[in-house]
């Protein structure tokens, strides 16, 4: 007699755990819609298969830069919401949210871009760095304003 999937409860919990999942995603996509954007668009952009040229190309690291802006723009939204969203600031929820998540979604995409791309983009180091220190400047920003306005 063969055991399958459906024998073993495995489906109804597998589905469970999708729809909580779902509910969560939901709840994140309606109450922080710009950052969902912005997280969307870091997505495509790091990687879309090719780049178009631009008169910026010959500034010396620009791609560097691009990443630290791209990364604290998108810090920033998730604050900025954040901010509308909550009277009380829970610390760790924005150090978990607002710096960590996108630390390691640049990782995540560096990673994709060198092992993934199948050559079209190539994961860099540095790139990842750009992004830690555009997230942490954003962070830094973020904690001294609250700090201003608990005052």
Known sequence: MRIGIWDLG???NFVAKIEISMSILHNFVRNYPFSMI????VWTLSLLPFFPETPLDDVEFIDKWVHIVMYGGTCGVIW???FFKHKQ????????WAWLAPVIMGGVLELLQAYCTFGHRNGDWLDFAANTTGCTLI???GFAIT???KK
Do not use: N, R, S, V
């Not at 912005?38 to 668009?41: P, S």
């Open 89 to 96: 600031y829970d610390y760790k929820k924005l150090f978990l």
């Open 10 to 12: 495995f489906f109804p």
């Open 80 to 82: 900025l919401e954040y």
């Open 147 to 149: 700090a201003i306005m």
């Open 139 to 141: 962070g830094i920003i």
């Open 38 to 41: 912005c997280i969307a668009l």
